[in-house]
C-alpha cells in the first residue's frame, strides 16, 4: 500500500454507482474536495460500509490512479448519528455540507473551514440550537473566506460606524452612508462569534431572534454565487 495517501474526511455527497459501488464528494482536510469511488461498499459484508454514508467523517485510504480516487480503507470517527434524530437539525447539517461543496476547491486544502463544519456538526449531533449553529457557521465562514465582515469603521467611507449595516459593503456603515438600522444585539453577536473558535461554537450562546437569523441568512445568500437548495427547505 502507498503510504501518505490517508487523509480525514467528512461525506459532503453519495450517489450510487453499479450494483454495489459508491461515488461520495469527500471534503478532505488535506485536500479539499475529491471526488472518491468506494467498490463494494453497499455489501453489507463491507468493511466500508459505515463510512460511507452522507455526514460520516472517517479517516480514508486511497489508492489513487490516474487521478482518480479509490477508497481501499476507512477508519470510522463519527457518523453523527443524532444529527438524524431531529429534523430541523439535520436540515441544517445538510445545508452546510452543500454550501461546503460548493465552496471547497479540488486540491484547495481549507483546515479552517473543515475545523468550522466538524465543530458545527457536534453541535448539531449535540443538540444545540440550528439556528444558532447556522448563524455561526456563516460570520466564521465569511471571515474563513477572506470576507470578514468590518465591524470597526464604516465599511464604505471609513468613518465611525453607526448601529447600521450594509451587507453588500461587508460590514457595519456611518450616520451617512447607506444602510439598515439594526439593533447593536446583533452586531455585538457578529462580533463575539468572530472571537470565538471554531471549536468552540457550543460554548457561545446568544439570541438569534428572526430578525438576527434573516439578516444572516441574507448576509449568507449575497456571498455564495447559487442558492442553497436546501435552505428553501428550512423553517
Ligand atoms: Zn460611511
Redo the contacts with the bound molecule.
Keep these: 500500500m502507498l503510504m501518505g495517501n490517508t487523509s480525514l474526511c467528512i461525506v459532503l455527497r453519495v450517489s450510487n454507482y453499479k450494483e454495489n459501488d459508491k461515488m461520495l464528494t469527500l471534503f478532505s482536510k488535506e485536500w479539499g474536495k475529491i471526488d472518491a469511488l468506494a467498490r463494494g461498499c453497499r455489501k453489507s459484508t463491507s468493511s466500508l460500509l459505515s463510512s460511507t454514508d452522507v455526514l460520516c467523517c472517517a479517516e480514508f485510504s486511497f489508492h489513487i490512479h490516474a487521478g482518480r480516487y479509490y477508497i481501499t480503507q476507512a477508519t470510522p470517527k463519527t457518523n453523527f448519528y443524532d444529527i438524524r434524530k431531529n429534523m430541523n437539525a439535520l436540515m441544517n447539517a445538510l445545508l452546510l455540507l452543500e454550501i461546503c461543496e460548493k465552496s471547497v476547491m479540488p486540491d484547495e486544502p481549507n483546515g479552517k473551514l473543515f475545523a468550522l463544519l466538524a465543530g458545527a456538526l457536534y453541535a448539531l449531533a449535540n443538540g444545540d440550537y440550528p439556528k444558532k449553529v447556522l448563524i455561526f457557521f456563516i460570520y466564521k465562514m465569511l471571515d474563513i473566506l477572506g470576507l470578514r465582515p468590518m465591524l470597526k469603521h ?6 465611525s ?1 453607526a448601529k447600521k449595516i450594509n451587507i453588500s459593503a461587508g460590514g457595519v ?5 447607506l444602510g439598515e438600522e439594526v439593533p447593536a444585539e446583533y452586531i455585538e453577536n457578529i462580533e463575539k462569534i468572530l472571537h470565538t473558535l471554531s471549536k468552540d461554537i457550543q460554548k457561545l450562546q446568544f439570541s438569534c431572534d428572526k430578525g438576527f437569523y434573516d439578516l444572516s441568512i441574507r448576509w449568507l445568500k449575497n456571498v455564495l454565487d447559487f442558492e442553497p437548495k436546501t435552505l428553501v427547505l428550512l423553517k
Design positions: 464604516c465599511a464604505l467611507c471609513g468613518r460606524p456603515v456611518c450616520e451617512n452612508c
